[in-house]
Structure formats: C-alpha cells, structure tokens
C-alpha cells in the first residue's frame, strides 16, 4: 500500500504521491486511474514528488486527469511547499517543475495559511506559448460560442484568455472543449474567461487542459492578470476570484508573476497501485 495525501488550493485538488524515498511506477494510465472520481481517489491533478537536486528542495510532476503531464500548477505548487516546509519547519521552498523552479514562502502574521509562489516570467511570443504559427499573441484570430479575440502567453502551460463582458452568461462547458483542442494550440491550451470588475479585479473562470472546468486554477490566474495588464483593462496587481476562493496576482517589474494563497490537506490514507491499470 502507497500512502497518498489529499491537498488542495481554493477546491483545485491533488492526490500527492511521495517517491522521494523510493521511485512509483506512475504511467499515464495509472495516473488517470486515480484521478478517476468515480473508480478512483479522484482528482483535478496528480502529483508526484521526486527528490529535489541541487538548488531545489523536492521535484514536482503533473499529471492531468487524462494522464497527460502539466508543466506547472501554481495551486499544487503552494501545497506542495505547505508540504515540504511542514517537514523542515521552514518558511520558504523551492519547488522544481519541468516548466523551471518555483520559490515559495509562507506569508508571517496571516490569519490562514497563505503562501506566496514566484511563477516566474510569463512568455510572450508566438513560439513560447507555443502557436501554431506566428501572430500578435495580443489578439488571437480565435472565436467560439460567444467569445472572441483571446490574448496568450505562457505561464508553465499555454493559456489563452478570452475578456467577456459577463462571465455567467457563457456555457464553459460547451466551449471549452473545441477551444482547448483548436489547431491554433499545437499542445493544447488552458483556456480562460475572464470578467474584469476594475482595474485591481478579476472574476476567472478556466477550462483547464486536460481536466476541464476545476474551481481554481493559479497559472489560469497568473496567465489572466498578464494579459489583461497587456491590454491596459487593469494595472500589474489585482485580486483574481475564481470559483474556489480569491488569489492575489502581482505582475512585478522584473517581470516575475507573484501569486499568493491558501494551502490545505483534506485527508490522508493509502492506496494499492497494482489495483490500478499500467
């Protein structure tokens, strides 16, 4: 039996597996498996912790509910360092993904347990997202159930960012899928709607590649208060509330994207793997 850790930022949920210790035999098939929320724990992602290396202090893989693998997961990335720090008794980590290394910290004096994750700089070009060819990454030839014109860029994983004028009237659902899978996007996309409310608020709703609609997602966010900065509808800082909970989104000068929020464990226990297909 493998032990296995229930966390979760703003209701976006990962089973956590452990193979610091010793490697998992976790293929695509057996990641989706679990993920299941039927036949399995179920989950909007799951994560595998590998030993860190030099300047990391644990490696973290995404699989998607379809298997596919994520680069980056800005919600998983603050449980894990909620994780990882409650080991150490440190306040601050370094969470290496495949899209590049994380730092985290604990926020001091906070009434919750709020963290804060460097994700890094966005990418910007064509190429960097990635397109299937090149264009103005600002305004994507792209329409579909109502929306049109989304801006992309990259924050881990390509993310495109449709602004609607209201954000309820839309069938997510509906659109979602055939957004995530148009030919402009050669790996896919995560594909957001975003409502600005003023300029220092966003109300985002994605439809996550790989996983579809989930109640948070922090690269969603990131992605969204960068092109929304892009195009002048808010300044480099604003409060982004998704279906799960609110997280604060900081475009700093030197680039980098700031996003800080909860972390919370929602149970523990153990599962058999052989249960589970390869």
Known sequence: MVPFRKMHGLGNDFVVLDARQAPLPITPARAAAIADRRFGVGCDQLILLEPGGEGADVVMRIRNPDGSEAGACGNATRCVAAL????TARGQVVVRTIAGDLPVERLPGEACDLWRADMGAPRLGWQEVPLAAAMDTLHLPLAAGGVADPAACSTGNPHATFFVPALDALELAAIGPALEHDPIFPERANIGFAQVLDRAHLRLAVWER??????????GACAALVNAARRGLTGRAATVSLPGGD????WREDGHVL???????AF???LDLEAYPR
């Open 268 to 270: 523990t226990g153990t």
């Open 247 to 250: 997280l604060r989104i900081e």
């Open 84 to 87: 990882v720090a409650g080991e």
């Open 210 to 219: 790989g996983a579809g609609l989930t109640l948070a997602c922090g690269s």
């Open 259 to 265: 996003m800080t929020g909860p972390a919370a464990t």
